[in-house]
């Protein structure tokens, strides 16, 4: 009967996929089903880790963190959770075999939300971004390529770029909640209450170029992949544009996103350019 709780599971990571991220619901919706609920695990599980360091203030987050942890290694022991999330995301572990190391990177990058707030130099963000959203991208890869170690080592720096454009397009665009609510900064040697034009550029010029390098390996992706992932790439793309349209002394003052309008022509474009193939 335990095929019941699995399916209660899996359909619990997809109830917080839609509920946290409609535009990375939307993306996940448009891979192939054989791959879809993994990563539906994938995101419950990275997801509720990131509620633990960046929204349970009222609560004991550090106990909250080392309870989700042991829990996680015990479910991936027993093969088996009564926290669904963890449940659906130790069984996409092993159906995929992903990487433990990966999984304890990123634990490592979301405890240290927990009690470091400055990064004072380009090693210290660089570890902290491979944990907190590189690794998430090879284990999504691990999931695109169903076992396939050679694609898998083709597109290994592809997907790490562009989880590391992913989570700097939102450091910027978080720059304010970061800084006033959670006391963090992400960039090193900046004052993010004086943030200059140039500083704004350069960081915008990074975050290019790892999106140049991740698309080299998006056109590669097998086709049950190709085109969710695309979406998402384009999606994060209009929203650096904005950022890099809005003016560095207001960045800290609002919030900038791409309008649902806007969200449903990128994804009519897509699908034409994929009819086409010429995306």
Known sequence: MKHLFDELSLQSSKLVTKKYSTSFSLAVGLLSPTIRPAIYNIYGFVRLADEIVDSFHEYPKEELFNKFEEDYYSALKHGI??????????????????????????MSSMRADLEKQKYESRKEIDTYIYGSADVVGLMCLKVFVKGDHEKYL????????????????????????????????????????????????????????????????????????????????????????????TPSENIMNERIRVSDLRKLAILGDCYIRFRLNKY
């Open 154 to 245: 083709l597109l290994k720096d592809s997907a790490m770029r562009l989880g590391s454009a992913f989570q700097k397009v939102n450091f910027l665009r978080d720059l304010k909640d970061d800084y006033e609510i959670l006391n963090r900064s992400y960039f090193p040697n900046i004052d993010l209450r004086n943030i200059t034009k140039g500083q704004k550029e350069e960081i915008v010029r990074e975050i290019k170029n790892d999106f140049e390098e991740a698309y080299k390996g998006i056109v590669k992706l097998p086709l049950e992949a190709r085109m969710g992932v695309y979406v998402a790439y384009r999606y994060y793309n209009r929203l650096l544009h904005k950022l890099e349209q």
């Open 81 to 106: 959770s009564l926290n669904p999330i963890l449940n659906a995301f130790q069984k996409t572990v092993k159906e995929y075999d992903i990487d433990a190391e990966h999984v304890s990177a990123f």
